[in-house]
């Protein structure tokens, strides 16, 4: 007795003057893909339950994820897994397990990986939420990009990795699975043997020119692919998490526990220098646990706002490209959901199942209806409305628009104005357009005093139902004047959490706990941590006045109101450097 589920899947890739598009196609409808990369959860997988499983996966889907990638660095998953993706509408794209390296090419070898690819392909088939099968990871880009065809024999490439990867995988797929698409590589853009390493306007594509190579943020904006597989922002656990780990007496940044815990190179100095180029920069002192829990706090809010500018980029060009910009964007997945250990990764989720910042602003960037305002070169400021429901669509709607000045109390708006819009089900609109300093103009925004400005975003159908909201600072954050904090508060905009009460969220059907947060000045990236395990619905969030979030504890009946309200520790980015 086996159960299945019955959909039809396919990719379609259907030729443009910019290349191919790169889409699913789910029941014959068309959907944006969004997700992340998933790798194994543990060091020892069979320390994993069902229930661990389930977790996970349901925080994926909290966070409006429909598509995972199964890295072909990490393992097969367990039958658990597959089935929980089957229940949970979880598209998988399975890599088979290779990655990052050359393999050989000789018969006995090729043998070996037919017995095991036949062995996973056929347990796996009747699975759902596979969609596709894919050959490696990065192995052709490799070959093209990392210098490796200047260093190795061309046979290695053109006789064993096609060996490999164009023949045995491929003939396995067709022979057990044919209606399932193969692809050979990921990055990838078609599935003849490449010629270059990756190339933007077909296929799928990784980007790491951000992270690996030092770019700043526009770089998202530069390289756009059909379908984004890969892209990544280094981030740590948060305090809570890594005082487990770290003696009393290392608990400061520049310990060596914390080069010796981040395992990419010289991934200390890449997140400081990414921080230290758009914030202020939290202490470096010996012995600083504050300075501590700031630089870690520094860099999720780093690789959430990160994240944040480049998912939004993609998804305001699903319906448009060109020759100069490939676009036509339809899917995406960051690097990466989950953990294998309590360490510097980026991951959006710890190995302690505590949420990091970027998993909070996922739900909202990957949300169905999502309005995105942007700047251009502070010449142009457009708005966006996109929606990716399938039956939904927008008549007379409005979007509302309110500045906001970090020096002043959030309670009354310098500016405000409005403009109407629609939006068609499965597109990305352009809803509003200005100069940027009209913009200025018309929020009350003065020019002298603009990088402490901020404008929020908010989008309603014809019943004044809110659809979505956002915000847009006008300027990095190193390049505001100083801030006006509270005099005697414990926070600089005087973070207040206050009537802390128990409720029953029926939408999940769990008891949980609401809290009131109340500022005197805006305050950007607000996080709070709790001294008991459990989740936000909202956190590193902009609270520009007050805001009720939900928390969900972990053992609810191991806690309550007290526990709560005494455990909160609540800061903001203007809390961590004397600078601000």
Sequence with gaps: KKRI?????????????????????????????????????????????????????????????????????????????YDLCDEKGLIIWQDFMFACTLYPGDDEFLDNVKIEAEYQVTRLRNHPSIGLWCGNNEIAWAWHNWGWKDRFPKELYLKDYKALFHDVLYSVCMRFDADRLY???????????????????????????????????????????????????QS??????????????????????MSNRNHHGDGQSQIEEQVERNYRAPRMK????????????????????????????????????????????????????????????WSAIDYNLNYKMVQYF???????????PLYMDKSTFETWMVNDDLALQINDGKVIFKMYSFNQHGSHALGSWQTAFSSKKQSATKVFSSTYDEMLKNGNCKSETENNCFLVVEAYDNNDKLL??????????????????????????????????????????????????????????????????????????????SKTIIFYPNNPSDVNVEIIKNGIDAWSLFDTSDGY
Excluded at 362 to 372: D, G
Excluded at 470 to 475: C, G, I
Aim: charged letters at 20%; hydrophobic letters at 35%.
């Design 236 to 257: 740590w656990p948060s305090a809570r998490t890594m005082k487990k780990y770290v003696p009393k007496d290392q608990q400061f940044w520049q310990a060596e526990i």
């Design 5 to 81: 589920g019955l959909r039809e899947f396919s990719v379609e890739q259907k030729k443009d003057n910019s290349g191919a598009s790169f889409t699913f196609v789910i029941n014959g409808k068309a959907i944006f893909a969004k997700g992340a990369n998933w790798i194994p959860a543990d060091s020892f997988s069979t320390r994993l339950t069902k229930k661990d499983y389930s977790n996970l996966l349901n925080s994926a889907i909290d966070a409006n994820m429909n598509t995972l990638r199964v890295w072909g660095g990490g393992i097969y998953e367990s039958d658990d897994f």
């Design 468 to 545: 979505s909201d956002n915000y847009l600072y006008l300027s990095k954050f190193q390049n505001l004047s100083t801030i006006p904090c509270v005099k005697g508060a414990s926070t600089c905009t005087n973070i207040q959490t206050k009537n802390v009460r128990g409720i029953v969220d029926e939408s999940n059907n769990v008891y949980a706990y609401a809290i009131d947060i109340e500022v005197d000045l805006p305050s950007p990236f607000t996080w709070l941590e709790m001294g008991v395990d459990g989740h936000f619905d909202d956190n590193g969030m902009l609270v520009v006045e």
């Design 183 to 233: 692809w050979p590589s990921s990055p990838g853009d078609d599935n003849l043997l490449p010629e270059t390493g990756q190339q933007y306007g077909s296929g799928d594509n990784h980007f790491w020119g951000v992270w690996h190579s030092g770019d700043d943020f526009t770089g998202f904006e530069k390289n756009i692919g059909r379908f984004m597989s890969e892209f990544g922002l």
């Design 286 to 345: 010996k012995n600083d646990y504050i300075g501590w829990k700031h630089w870690l706090y520094m860099s999720q809010v780093n690789q959430a706002y990160g994240y944040k500018q480049e998912v939004e980029h993609f998804r305001r060009l699903r319906t448009q490209c060109t020759e100069a910009i490939p676009g036509c964007t339809m899917g995406m997945m960051y690097w990466q959901t989950n953990d294998i250990w309590p360490g510097a990764s």
């Design 362 to 372: 996922t739900k909202k960037f990957y949300a169905p209806m999502l309005i995105s």
